[in-house]
């Protein structure tokens, strides 16, 4: 609830009375604000965040219009340019008009244009294992939380089996399985594996991501479950699923936005890291992490073969973290910044 005092006259200081107005009769207006309108409140009023966040939408406009961007330029990202290319592999130029960022070493395709196709990935699997992994969090944290007894035991004990697996090892294993399971036996073409793998990735990080959120809202859940607004519904007959997602939910709001705000950056790295340990994306997708792959044995002849991706994810990585820590910032009451 804000408060705000009637306005002065011109020239009169604020705080004194005007002459011949009665101070006990002044209209005073009165604005509600909610939790979320001031934490937005103060999200507008940080510049980092404000940076980071247009950074955020740069990297998205250029994932959407990375078609339109390599037209431009008038390359494509599949193109092979062998004519650029020497007989040891090395291209015979650097950045130039036709191609902005040079070529790739021994397969002559054009960098930029492997550059803004391969924000796409990155930001697909982060966004759609974040949208996943959030609803599923949330669903089954607020099940578990408010039903207490064995369906609280069966969840938590699914919880603490999902978060005590090794990530890793499975991620690794997983892509493999999947693609010999849907691929067929050996009559997928490139870009149906290629395809597979993509799904796989949002898959296994799906699987893998659901069970922290679940386990910050159940404990939020327990707490709230005993508020007098949760025992009036109760007595008054409301449906469970109108209590979970009417009563309950609204009140989550902070600590769900804080969770995705900090989880999109963790899915952009464990993209690109996965890709380039084996276990994620495949030629011919356009990614980062396949660049940076690709890039290691040829760092010291071609730096801005190796550096152009790593950049690119560092800025994407570090802007979406900033952005996570001011959203936390702005959502603790118990934080000025």
Not at 224 to 230: A, D, I, K, N, S
Not at 263 to 274: H, K, N, S
Not at 308 to 327: C, E, K, Y
Request: glycine share 10%; proline share 7%; charged share 15%.
């Amino acid at each position: 609830m804000v408060v705000e005092p009637p306005a002065t006259r011109a020239g009169e200081p604020a705080g004194v009375p005007a002459a011949g107005s009665q101070s006990s009769g002044a209209p005073v207006r009165t604005v509600s604000k909610s939790p979320t309108r001031i934490a937005l409140a103060r999200l507008r009023r940080d510049r980092v965040a404000m940076v980071c966040a247009v950074i955020c939408a740069v990297y998205l406009l250029i994932a959407v219009f990375a078609p339109l961007l390599a037209r431009i330029e008038g390359q494509n990202p599949t193109d092979l340019h062998q004519n650029l290319i020497d007989e040891f592999g090395f291209p015979t130029i650097g950045p130039t008009g036709e191609h902005w960022f040079g070529v790739e070493p021994r397969l002559g395709r054009d960098l930029f244009a492997r550059w803004v196709y391969g924000a796409r990935p990155s930001l697909i699997v982060a966004g759609a294992v974040t949208a996943i992994t959030t609803v599923v969090g949330v669903v089954v944290g607020l099940i578990a939380g408010f039903s207490g007894g064995w369906v609280d035991r069966a969840l938590s004990w699914l919880i603490d089996l999902v978060l005590s697996l090794p990530y890793l090892l499975f991620a690794i294993a997983s892509s493999a399985v999947l693609v010999a399971i849907f691929g067929g036996a050996g009559g997928a073409s490139a870009d149906q594996v290629a395809s597979i793998r993509f799904v796989s990735l949002i898959c296994v990080l799906s699987f893998f991501g659901w069970a922290s959120l679940a386990r910050l809202v159940r404990g939020q859940v327990l707490s709230l479950r005993e508020r007098e607004f949760v025992a009036a519904a109760r007595v008054l007959g409301i449906p469970t699923r109108q209590v979970l997602f009417k009563e309950l939910l609204p009140n989550l709001v902070a600590p769900i936005v804080v969770s995705v705000s900090l989880a999109l950056p963790g899915y952009v790295v464990a993209e690109a890291g996965l890709t380039v340990l084996g276990a994620g994306l495949i030629e011919p997708t356009p990614s980062w992490g396949l660049t940076i792959s690709a890039a290691t044995t040829y760092y010291r002849a071609d730096p801005l073969y190796l550096w152009l991706p790593v950049l690119g994810i560092t800025i994407l990585v570090l802007a979406l973290s900033l952005l996570g820590d001011a959203v936390r910032d702005a959502f603790d009451p118990r934080t000025r910044r």
